[in-house]
């Protein structure tokens, strides 16, 4: 019987497989590409590639792909056999070190924000060796970055790898300052838990809103949801444990480190959390894990939901996003340490954070923006749109101590003075978890909480990277300049403190009066919608964050903010297009097909005698008939107003009025259809009711 550790990874062509297949020589340069980023000479490229494919062809492979990641959310993979003509119409398999570093995907057909036309096709994918190859469907996947022929990034990966690049350079000068003259390299890590739905195939086939939107369009609650708080880490039924089974091996073939798997609060919902690991290769590693959860759930007889909000009235999903830094020496810089000299280098790095947040909170709030998540943010279930950090009692009353002059805790007795006397051990876990926070400390991380559970984590943690990145930055030059590091670094801490505690909550972020203080009081932003945010995405001060760092041009920082609002606006359109045409061909005829019989109920009994009571069929007649006559009109003031949509050539005003206008038409709509299903006999309903779709996977 093979055991986890026998086949974790067995379709990775990971270090332990290029050690044991390349030459020494090829090795330790190919090594020193992935750990150091040094250039790759064409000629080991040429011995890897063929290793690469030597393996790839034992394990069944026949194609290969590069495997990227446009702005579109998913992966995009084109194949190409590795087959080749040979002498007397036979074939030889081969791979080349020029296949493996480049290829060339159409770059007009990706969204592209105005950087590539139709008829300026050519773009470029190359390859990223620090994240490992691997097969999928037969399939040689080598995961690579996409560029325009002009260079710009048209993926999520490129602008990642750069901004981690930046915080490796400024943590380092700042690591240097503190003596650690062994460490080399700094890189951030995360942990993306991911939530998700399972319903049962045969009625995702029915609702036409699933299959267009990811998303329930119309549905009157069920008379039980989640009230009940039976389903979180309740027992698992039969068929999700057999998925959750076979997901596993799945993704533990590919390297995946899937940890912690459990019910979610919402019926129907569930979790998936993996280990931490290099944030490039949890990234990689997270779209792998959407992809194949929805292709395991297929052979189950399941659909994945992805969507933030797939039902109203319940919980929808999110992806926490678990972020730290750590060194190559092994040493989490978010980790409170032992000694005043190992706290006072986490201080700083603490201090970091909550200034970048602080500074970048509208980057933050834009990296999550979607119409999907904006019916998740403030729900009640997710944190609000108001971005601030939760410390902790214990950690908060450390800052609030450094800021004011006094002691820290019952056992301190001197004023703290960082570096110079003993600072207390700030213990791990002292304090509560925040659920409402959106940017919670838990011991040695920072979780994100607000990211959406479709989207890629990669937009995330690029702002965070390199907004941190210019923390550190502004960090460094105070400190290099310096006559007395102690007594600098204790000001630079104190003054952080003092200038950035407006972000740090530690309260209960669903409170209005949170909502109203942190506006009012503390002037933080309340970017509630995916249109209000998006502008700031070009703000004087976020270019140059991105430019300086050299993470994202100011050309690709336009192409981005317009392909962020074309796609709110074009998610909005299908949304409303898919409501218009369930009303008109499917609700509208159930509904009059239901009066119908009513009235010949009525008429029936009436017929009888005359002394019959008909109240139920004349009050549900007339009920449906008003609701009908709603739905209708509601369909049609919808339809009109996205034709008038179209003279807006402006896509931010564009975006509002989806906002101000559209959204609003259509729950107007919903309202009308919800209250119609609820009295109409269910036999006569098209589509497969909450009930069903929520508790009907046994």
Not at 265 to 290: G, S
Not at 375 to 394: K, M, Q, T, Y
Not at 583 to 606: C, H, Q, V, W
């Amino acid at each position: 019987m093979r055991t986890v550790p026998d086949y974790f990874g067995s379709l990775v062509f990971d270090e332990s497989v290029m050690r044991s297949r390349l030459p020494k020589e090829t090795w330790r340069s190919l090594r020193k590409t992935i750990r150091d980023g040094e250039t790759l000479d064409i000629e080991v490229a040429n011995v890897v590639a063929n290793a690469m494919k030597d393996w790839a062809v034992e394990k069944g492979a026949t194609h290969f792909t590069h495997w990227f990641q446009p702005m579109t959310g998913i992966t995009a993979e084109k194949h190409d056999s590795f087959i080749s003509p040979a002498e007397y119409g036979k074939v030889i398999m081969e791979f080349s070190g020029k296949e493996l570093v480049k290829g060339e995907p159409d770059a007009s057909s990706f969204p592209s924000g105005g950087l590539r036309s139709t008829f300026e096709a050519r773009g470029y994918t190359a390859w990223d060796p620090t994240s490992c190859a691997f097969i999928k469907n037969k399939a040689l996947c080598i995961p690579t970055a996409f560029c325009s022929y002009g260079g710009e990034a048209l993926d999520q990966k490129t602008p990642l790898l750069r901004s981690m690049a930046a915080i490796n350079r400024q943590a380092l000068r700042v690591l240097k300052l503190f003596g650690n003259s062994d460490v080399t390299s700094v890189k951030t890590t995360v942990g993306p838990e991911q939530e998700y739905f399972l319903i049962d195939t045969e009625l995702y086939d029915k609702r036409k809103d699933l299959i267009y939107t990811g998303r329930t369009l119309f549905g009157c609650k069920p008379p039980k949801g989640q009230e009940l708080e039976d389903h979180y880490f309740g027992s698992i039924k039969p068929r999700v444990a057999a998925f959750m089974e076979e997901l596993n091996e799945e993704l533990w073939k590919l390297g995946i480190f899937a940890k912690t798997e459990h019910n979610e609060v919402a019926p129907a919902q569930h979790e998936l959390a993996p280990i931490f690991t290099t944030t490039n290769i949890a990234t990689d590693h997270n779209q792998l894990t959407m992809e194949m959860m929805q292709k395991v759930a297929k052979k189950h007889g399941l659909v994945c939901l992805l969507h933030e909000k797939p039902f109203a009235g319940v919980n929808g999903s999110g992806k926490h996003n678990n972020w730290s830094i750590s060194t190559n020496t092994g040493v989490n810089l978010l980790e409170p340490g032992d000694t005043p000299h190992e706290n006072a280098q986490f201080l700083l790095f603490l201090c970091a954070v909550i200034k970048s947040v602080d500074d970048y909170q509208d980057l933050l709030r834009i990296s999550v923006a979607s119409s999907g998540n904006d019916h998740r943010l403030g729900a009640n279930e997710a944190p609000p749109a108001v971005v601030s950090i939760f410390v902790g009692s214990d950690l908060n009353e450390l800052l609030e101590s450094m800021i004011n002059g006094r002691t820290y805790g019952a056992k301190a007795r001197e004023h703290i003075k960082i570096g110079v006397d003993v600072l207390p051990r700030f213990p791990q876990d002292t304090t509560d978890r925040n659920r409402t926070s959106p940017f919670a400390f838990t011991g040695n991380k920072f979780e994100f909480r607000m990211p959406g559970s479709s989207c890629s984590v990669a937009l995330p943690n690029i702002v965070l990277n390199t907004a941190v990145a210019e923390s550190l930055k502004q960090f460094a030059d105070t400190l290099e300049k310096a006559d007395d590091f102690t007594c600098a670094l204790n000001e630079l801490i104190k003054n952080t403190i003092r200038e950035h505690k407006r972000i740090i909550f530690n309260g209960n972020g669903y409170d209005e009066a949170w909502i109203s203080e942190a506006a009012k009081e503390r002037g933080l932003l309340n970017l509630k919608t995916t249109p209000d945010c998006l502008p700031y995405f070009l703000h004087e001060k976020n270019v140059r964050l991105f430019t300086q760092h050299k993470v994202l041009s100011e050309v690709e920082m336009h192409s981005r903010y317009e392909i962020m609002v074309e796609n709110y606006c074009k998610m909005l359109n299908i949304e409303a297009l898919t409501m218009i045409e369930m009303a008109r061909r499917d609700i509208l005829p159930a509904i009059l097909i239901y009066m119908k019989e009513l009235g010949d109920t009525a008429f029936s009994k009436k017929s009888l005698t005359a002394a019959v009571d008909c109240d139920f069929e004349e009050k549900t007649i007339a009920k449906l008939s008003s609701l009908a006559s709603t739905i209708f009109y509601s369909t049609e003031t919808l339809k009109n107003s996205l034709c008038a949509l179209k003279e807006i050539t402006d896509m931010q005003k564009q975006a509002m009025e989806y906002k101000d206008k559209i959204i609003v038409e259509m729950q107007e709509l919903r309202t009308a259809v919800d209250e119609a299903e609820c009295i109409t006999a269910q036999r006569y309903w098209p589509y497969p009711s909450y009930g069903e779709l929520l508790f009907g996977v046994r």
